[in-house]
């Protein structure tokens, strides 16, 4: 999605690496060049009544139509991302209507495409647990990423910047257990400086990180992370990830092995299981676990048929309350730049006497960009 998250799931086309499309090359945030001309033709389907080929629909996948519009060295993006949710529908749920996404972005290249600058603004709702009181103290336009961009060889990318902490696999669901749980979610950037390197068939992350320098410096979690993956063949890339940071608070450290693997034309599985260790300035320590599986299968081109499986427990290896979440849905891009989700969410909490029935949710999205 150009000025959208990422999806791994385009292994499924034979694209392991998000370096292909993103100028970020772990993913999230502007597509290149290519990347606008792979969502218009393999990740999305014909536009109704027309009669374009591949190549037109490549060629005009620029923003506000042809790629070249505007010069080599300038590139601008924008995306709306909003949901219709249904909570619990068994019982007396509401429904609302929440605006996760509304974003501008304005990319500077050199001619050698060796430097990018790249920056993104975007609007940021009060959250729904924010006193009325205290909402007008809190800032709806924030930056959601900017960095300076440098590819200084073909096997080496340094940036430096505000960009997603480099981690796990990324999905667009900021609420999924394995960016929900991990402080890893929509608003969770950090300064710091990231080397990508890839010595085939391995892709190396490593990302120092010194917080948000926007908040309070109490909150600030600094420290490092490092990812870990290779490519096992054409259809399977296997990884691990770590990370320790610490602010004032809480000490935090995490562990994953997340893979990504293709099945067929189209279809793939996206797994990964973490653990999440926090320790609080009291010393207390708490040991979570998380299991993310979401296996896709496309029905036609631009329509996938997505399944997901969550698990989550604040207490690894014991007897405690444990939250599990399906998540069944459809996802279809009639058209580049244009997107809908339909899902239902079921949800449930087990444990030591706790057993309660199933929640539904159900969640419709749509999603728009230049």
């Known amino acids: 999605m150009p000025q959208a998250w990422s999806y791994p799931s385009t292994i499924s086309h034979g694209y392991a690496a998000c370096a292909t499309c993103h ?35 490549a060629e005009n996948s620029g923003f506000l139509g042809r790629q070249d519009r505007l010069p080599d060295w300038l590139r601008f993006g924008a995306s709306f991302r909003g949901m219709v949710y249904a909570s619990d529908l068994t019982r007396k749920g509401q429904s609302r209507f929440i605006p996760m996404q509304l974003e501008a972005t304005a990319i500077y290249q050199s ?70 749980y991990t402080s890893l979610a929509q608003n969770d950037q950090t300064h710091g400086v990231l080397l990508y390197w ?32 290779r490519l096992i063949n054409d259809r399977w890339m296997l990884g691990t990830s770590l990370l320790h940071s610490k602010n004032d608070y809480r000490t935090r450290q995490m562990l994953a092995v997340h ?21 609080s300035a009291d010393a207390t320590v708490s040991l979570a676990n998380y299991i993310f599986l979401q296996p896709s299968l496309e029905l036609a ?19 405690e309350e444990r939250f599990f979440r399906v998540t069944p849905g459809i996802q279809y891009f009639p058209m580049q730049r244009v997107e809908f989700r339909f899902e239902l969410q079921t949800s449930r909490y087990l444990g030591q006497g706790v057993v309660n029935g199933d929640i539904y949710s159900l969640m419709s999205q749509v999603h728009l960009w230049l």
């Open 23 to 57: 100028y970020n090359p772990y993913g999230n945030g502007p597509l290149t060049d290519y990347g606008r001309a792979l969502s218009a033709t393999v990740m999305s389907a014909r536009p109704p009544f027309s009669r374009a080929t591949d190549e037109e629909l």
């Open 111 to 180: 001619k050698s495409r060796n430097h990018q600058v790249v920056a993104t603004m975007g609007y940021a709702p009060d959250p729904a647990t924010t006193p009325t009181a205290k909402r007008s103290r809190i800032p709806n336009l924030i930056s959601r990423e900017h960095y300076w961009s440098y590819r200084a060889s073909r096997n080496i990318t340094l940036l430096s910047g505000l960009v997603d902490t480099a981690f796990g696999t990324r999905v667009p669901d900021h609420i999924a257990v394995h960016r929900k």
């Open 198 to 229: 890839t010595p085939k068939p391995w892709q190396v992350g490593f990302h120092l990180f010194l917080g948000n320098l926007y908040q309070k410096s109490a909150l600030r979690h600094k420290g490092g992370s490092l990812i870990l993956e």
């Open 259 to 279: 893979s990504r693997s293709r099945h067929g034309e189209g279809n793939a599985v996206l797994a990964e299981i973490g653990l999440v260790r926090n320790r």
């Open 301 to 319: 081109r631009g329509l996938q048929f997505l399944t997901t499986f969550e698990y989550y427990t604040t207490k690894a290896f014991e007897s």
